[in-house]
């Protein structure tokens, strides 16, 4: 079974610091990995995705993640906080196949201060 | 751009109603999912279908149906609704091979009273 824990439910940041949204993995298999944003009253929409290339994955609007497969983390940074930001996070794992069912973790809520 | 429409963005329904959620897709897509959404819960997945008229349960299966008669239209149906069916409901499509890559609709808001 797959799963994903995310570490800190609420996370507040003053704008211009560092973004750090811990996740952490648990697959049987080698996982699929990725990070999911959702802004206020919107749909999810595919932030970045990991799958099995290159560890640091870059994604839109300059979050980064990288997969550390020794600490079964799947942590999404950005060195530089904006307003804009303020969002809800999900991490999810995939084990791939035609099917395509992701698993999420239970969102991380960012909060970004002026 | 893949366009996801859910039929109701904001629904209220009394205990014991039937009530049906509607998913729309203009995209071709294969997959199509039912997600159910809580504070402190994450995204739980209801069903999903990968092609017409075939379903699987996802986690939460319990209380809910779905219909896919059309490759485009996936249909999540509460047979008798209950006050703990109230929450978010997020319909996501996807191509077959493109590994988690869902693209979500905005989510209809059912509240059961």
């Known amino acids: 079974a797959q799963s994903v824990t995310q570490l800190g439910s609420h996370v507040s940041v003053s704008e211009g610091a560092l973004v750090l949204l811990r996740c952490n993995y648990s697959?049987?298999?080698?996982?699929?990995l990725f990070w999911y944003v959702q802004y206020p009253n919107q749909g999810l929409q595919l932030l970045l995705k990991?799958?099995?290339?290159?560890?640091l994955v870059k994604g839109i609007n300059g979050f980064e993640a990288e997969f550390k497969k020794s600490e079964t983390s799947f942590h999404l940074t950005k060195p530089s906080a904006h307003m804009s930001d303020a969002a809800e996070y999900f991490c999810?794992?995939?084990?791939?196949?035609?099917?395509?069912?992701?698993?999420f973790g239970t969102g991380t809520l960012l909060a970004v201060q002026p | 751009d893949v366009k996801v429409t859910q039929s109701s963005r904001y629904l209220v329904k009394r205990t014991g109603e039937k009530v049906f959620l509607e998913c729309v897709q203009d995209?071709?897509?294969?997959?199509m999912f039912w997600y159910r959404q809580d504070p402190g819960l994450g995204l739980r997945l209801i069903y999903f279908?990968?092609?017409?008229?075939?379903?699987e349960k996802g986690d939460i299966p319990e209380g809910y149906s779905v219909s896919r008669e059309k490759k485009e239209r996936f249909s999540l149906i509460l047979e008798s609704a209950s006050t703990n069916q109230t929450s978010m409901y997020l319909c996501?499509?996807?191509?077959?091979?493109?590994?988690?890559?869902?693209?979500f609709g905005e989510g209809s808001r059912l509240t059961v009273l």
């Open positions: 996501a499509t996807s191509p077959r091979l493109a590994v988690g890559e869902l693209f």
């Open positions: 697959s049987s298999v080698p996982p699929y």
């Open positions: 990991y799958t099995s290339a290159a560890t």
């Open positions: 999810a794992v995939s084990s791939g196949g035609a099917t395509n069912k992701l698993i």
């Open positions: 995209m071709d897509h294969e997959n």
């Open positions: 279908s990968y092609d017409v008229k075939m379903k």
